[in-house]
């Protein structure tokens, strides 16, 4: 029986793959981004259900998209992928209260805005799954990486606690935040610099910096899209490396992904460990 998926920002990159390979897997795609007869005429041949969706756009203009999404196939919409989204870099004193609000606005909003119209009706229906692609980015920052990281931390924190409050309201939906390292998708080649690079001199040396990293990461990324792509499918589905397994909220992908999130955990884990003492020092004495 083939499934019905949905898929943000699907031009290029893992979006694009998403398409291609579930399409050849038999499965009913509806592929979106923003200006999808042009962006998006590439995917026609697939046979993939094309719809305009910038997911950037006011709550009420996604809800109509979504609901217009929801009638194109019997049963309604299976899965979800929130995929959309873009890199802005540029050090914090250098970035625009509106850079800033606009990569919110893609990056958080847009996740926040479709899982909000598609919920009522994946609720009635009992079942689903709701699948964000995050990042390593999720769980740490980095220089010049204040624009992208804290869109990603905001998104993480979004979807756990949503998948904690789904236990509760429809424990047939499933959710999964996918969180890879670098991967040979165009990411790194759409990056959004900050308009105030010119106006901030004292940082042109620090600009210039991760200008050089960013354009020595293009075509040296070790994480292969393909085959992340197959393994967030497995995932959805519990096949493959998936099959047999209880799926976790979080899965990063990637080895440097997972190096990332495996050195968090220990730092933090560290940190417990060592000021344990000051945390506990801070309670409400118990009655003599």
């Known amino acids: 029986m083939p499934q019905t998926w949905l898929i943000t920002g699907c031009s290029s990159g893992f979006g694009e793959l998403f398409v291609r390979k579930l399409r050849a897997a038999g499965d009913n795609v509806i592929a979106t981004g923003r200006s999808a007869d042009v962006k998006l005429a590439h995917l026609k041949d697939t046979g993939?259900?094309?719809l305009d969706l910038d997911v950037s756009?006011?709550?009420?203009?996604?809800?109509?998209k979504i609901e217009e999404a929801w009638s194109l196939y019997?049963?309604?919409?299976d899965v979800v992928v929130n995929n959309a989204g873009y890199i802005l870099s540029g050090a914090l004193e250098a970035l625009t209260t509106q850079e800033i609000e606009d990569?919110?606005?893609?990056n958080f909003f847009g996740p926040f805005h479709v899982t909000q119209a598609v919920l009522p009706m994946m609720r009635a229906k009992g079942k689903g799954t709701l699948c964000y692609v995050s990042s390593q980015a999720g769980w740490r920052g980095d220089p010049s990486a204040t624009g992208y990281c804290s869109t990603k931390f905001a998104l993480e924190a979004m979807v756990e606690c949503l998948s904690k409050e789904l236990a509760?309201?429809?424990p047939g939906i499933k959710v999964l935040l996918v969180e890879p390292g670098y991967f040979g998708t165009r990411a790194f080649r759409n990056v959004?610099?900050?308009?105030?690079?010119?106006?901030t001199p004292e940082y042109a040396q620090f600009h210039a910096g991760a200008k050089a990293h960013i354009a020595s990461t293009i075509d040296n990324e070790p994480g292969d899209p393909g085959k992340a792509v197959d393994r967030m499918i497995e995932l959805v589905n519990g096949t493959g490396m998936a099959a047999g397994k209880t799926v976790p909220l979080r899965v990063p992908l990637g080895s440097d992904g997972w190096d990332i999130v495996k050195t968090k955990c220990?730092?933090?884990?560290?940190?417990?460990?060592e000021w344990e003492d000051v945390a506990r020092s801070t309670d409400v004495k118990p009655p003599a």
């Open 266 to 273: 220990e730092e933090t884990l560290k940190i417990c460990e």
């Open 48 to 50: 993939a259900s094309i």
């Open 168 to 170: 509760f309201m429809a």
């Open 57 to 64: 756009m006011p709550f009420e203009v996604i809800k109509a």
């Open 103 to 106: 990569a919110m606005r893609t």
């Open 192 to 199: 959004n610099f900050t308009a105030r690079d010119k106006h």
């Open 74 to 77: 019997p049963g309604g919409i």
